[in-house]
T-cell receptor
Framework: GNSVTQMEGPVTLSEEAFLTINCTYT??????LFWYVQYPGEGLQLLLK?????DKGSNKGFEATYRKETTSFHLEKGSVQVSDSAVYFC????????FGAGTTVTVRA | DAGVTQSPTHLIKTRGQQVTLRCSPK?????VSWYQQALGQGPQFIFQ???????QRGNFPDRFSGHQFPNYSSELNVNALLLGDSALYLC????????????FGSGTRLTVV
């Protein structure tokens, strides 16, 4: 079945550092891909999405490009802030969302 | 514009008991999906309801059942609770065939003791 594998955490960074979280997927066909963020005690918020190969999703300084050749959708941000501390989930949509295990990111001031 | 509302926010139950969780979808949404998120893991799909019928189901036992009402709200029922059912239960709503616009609620934290 379809599945997502993402980089294990936790990841600890200093403010203004560069963030990358790797995500690869296994799927039949070409599903839509997503990154969700979960802040402590809250539900999931959609961070960005890409619906077809070579699409780049972006939001709040985060970016991810749908790479069909490498079946990847890595999340990047050039300069993180303390407020970016959260758990990040990569997911694919094949009529339901299939999530990775999540990566905990902590940004220190 | 209200988002997805889930109730209760927290719940403690004893093994063997039954529990009902509730979800009101975002205004304009008619499809409700339920997910189970164990501590430290990603959410796992339980099932999805559309037009008051179960449209898809994940790998969960029959102890997990649901219902969708004419106003699109939904319930998740779990019978014969096990310790392993302790988790955050998330409800997500969307609109019909729009698979890109899921909105999640804040979840119900269920603890089974």
């Amino acid at each position: 079945g379809n599945s997502v594998t993402q980089m294990e955490g936790p990841v600890t960074l200093s403010e203004e550092a560069f963030l990358t979280i790797n995500c690869t997927y296994t799927a039949t066909g070409y599903p839509s891909l997503f990154w969700y963020v979960q802040y402590p005690g809250e539900g999931l918020q959609l961070l960005l999405k890409a619906t077809k190969a070579d699409d780049k999703g972006s939001n709040k300084g985060f970016e991810a490009t749908y790479r069909k050749e490498t079946t990847s959708f890595h999340l990047e941000k050039g300069s993180v802030q303390v407020s970016d501390s959260a758990v990040y989930f990569c997911a694919l949509n094949d009529y339901k969302l299939s999530f990775g295990a999540g990566t905990t990111v902590t940004v220190r001031a | 514009d209200a988002g997805v509302t889930q109730s209760p926010t927290h719940l403690i139950k004893t093994r063997g008991q039954q529990v009902t969780l509730r979800c009101s979808p975002k205004s304009g949404h008619d499809t409700v999906s339920w997910y189970q998120q164990a501590l430290g893991q990603g959410p796992q799909f339980i099932f999805q309801y559309y037009e008051e019928e179960e449209r898809q189901r994940g790998n969960f036992p029959d102890r997990f059942s649901g219902h969708q009402f004419p106003n699109y709200s939904s319930e998740l029922n779990v019978n014969a609770l096990l310790l392993g059912d302790s988790a955050l239960y998330l409800c997500a709503s969307s609109s019909g065939q729009d698979y890109y616009g899921y909105t999640f609620g804040s979840g119900t934290r269920l603890t089974v003791v």
